[in-house]
């Protein structure tokens, strides 16, 4: 059983990568279940969702200590989220702070040290630059599919697998960056 928790903000593909995970699970022959939770995703708040994959699911819900991994596609997300980490669990963190909105209207100010603090508290973290490989691939919105490429290295998935499942939630018109996105997630971390 692999318990993976997504977190990110509105805007970044949460759940996308969430659906491709799940696509992933069921080209393996494994039972999944996701769990989206949303907060103010169109307005770029947080949204988180649960993916469980296994040989029989019956909940769709992590709960707090069971998570195998958590990919956080920004840095506060990662803190935010990481609690749901088993201890010996993985942190996986596109390198990049997005400023909240009450960050943006002074009402609040962005936590110093955040990656820092983090590599204190998760044994087993990971920060990727995957803001700059997706847009080396060619758009900063492929970031989500930069982050499963390095989760499929990390986790030792199968590779053309994990490709098939991103052709088969992809649309066509974006297919070849999304793939360039995943190898360079791939080899990077």
């Not at 069921?26 to 770029?44: A, F, P, T």
């Not at 195998?68 to 989220?81: G, H, S």
Request: hydrophobic fraction near 45%; aromatic fraction near 6%; charged fraction near 20%.
């Amino acid at each position: 059983m692999m318990n993976v928790l997504i977190a990110g903000v509105g805007g970044q593909g949460t759940l996308l990568a969430s659906r491709v995970l799940g696509k992933y699970a069921m080209l393996c022959g494994k039972d999944c279940k996701l769990s989206e939770i949303h907060g103010m995703s169109q307005r770029g708040g947080s949204v988180v969702t649960h993916v469980r994959i296994g040989e029989k699911i019956h909940s769709p819900v992590i709960w707090e200590g069971g998570a195998d991994v958590v990919i956080a596609f920004e840095a506060l997300e990662a803190a935010r989220t990481a609690h749901y980490l088993k201890p010996e669990g993985i942190l996986l963190v596109n390198d990049e702070e997005i400023l909240p909105m009450p960050c943006i209207t002074g009402a609040a100010e962005y936590p110093k040290n955040v990656k820092e603090r983090l590599s204190l508290r998760v044994k087993h973290t990971h920060f990727i630059k995957a803001q700059e490989a997706a847009v080396e691939a060619g758009s900063g919105k492929a970031t989500n599919i930069v982050m499963l490429g390095a989760l499929c290295k990390l986790f030792a998935f199968d590779k053309d697998v994990m490709k098939r499942a991103v052709e088969a939630c992809v649309p066509a018109k974006f297919l070849q960056l999304n793939l360039a996105a995943f190898e360079l997630g791939y080899e990077r971390v």
